[in-house]
C-alpha cells in the first residue's frame, strides 16, 4: 500500500472520530449532569447552594446567581413547569438531552414568573394548556437562574423558589 492510500485511510478514520465525537459529546455530558443533578429522582426542583469556588457542580457557575434545576422526564407525560416570581433578573431555561437549548424565557417577557406544559415533540397537546412548549427529547434539563449577589436575597430566593413546580401533570391531577 503506498502513502497515499495510508493518508487517505487516516483522514477517513480522522472524519469519523470527528463526527463521532461531535455528536457524543454533548449527550454524554448532558448525561453526566442529569446523573449529578437528578440523584434524587426526577420532575423535582433543587436548589443548590450558595456558589463558592468549592460547590461548583457545573463550569464557570456565577456566584451572583441562586439556581434550581429540575430533571425532567417525559416518559410519562406531560410536565408543568413553573417559576415564581421575582423581583429581579431571572430566567428559565430547558436544555435537551444533547445540550441543545430550546426554550427561554426571562422576568423581561414575564414580569410575573412563568409557567409553561412540556410535552414530547409530536405528542398531543394538553386540553387548557396556555404556553405548551415542545421537548426535542424525553429527558433534559430544566435551569431557573436568579439574581441573588447577596446573602439576604439568596434566602430570599430560596424562598421564591419553593414555590416553583416541575412535576407530570398526572401527579398534579391525582
Not at 448525561?31 to 447552594?49: F, P, T, Y
Not at 437562574?145 to 401533570?169: F, H
Request: glycine share 8%; proline share 6%.
Amino acid at each position: 500500500m503506498g502513502w497515499g492510500k495510508y493518508a487517505t485511510v487516516a483522514l477517513l478514520i480522522a472524519v469519523i472520530v470527528h463526527v463521532v465525537c461531535i455528536y457524543a459529546a454533548p449527550r454524554v455530558m448532558m448525561n453526566v449532569a442529569i446523573d449529578r443533578i437528578g440523584a434524587g429522582g426526577s420532575n423535582v426542583w433543587r436548589l443548590a447552594e450558595r456558589v463558592t469556588p468549592a460547590s461548583r457542580q457545573i463550569v464557570r457557575p456565577s456566584p451572583d446567581f441562586a439556581y434550581s434545576a429540575c430533571v425532567f422526564d417525559l416518559s410519562e407525560g406531560p410536565l408543568t413547569i413553573s417559576a415564581a416570581p421575582w423581583s429581579q433578573y431571572w430566567s428559565l431555561s430547558l436544555y435537551a438531552a444533547n445540550s441543545d437549548n430550546f426554550y427561554v424565557i426571562d422576568d423581561r417577557e414575564a414580569h410575573y414568573g412563568a409557567g409553561i406544559t412540556l410535552i414530547r415533540r409530536g405528542k398531543a397537546r394538553p386540553d387548557g394548556a396556555a404556553t405548551v412548549v415542545e421537548s426535542p427529547s424525553e429527558r433534559g434539563i430544566a435551569l431557573i437562574r436568579r439574581l441573588a449577589p447577596s446573602p439576604g436575597t439568596y434566602s430570599a430566593a430560596a424562598e421564591a423558589s419553593r414555590r416553583d413546580v416541575c412535576a407530570s401533570l398526572a401527579r398534579l391531577a391525582g
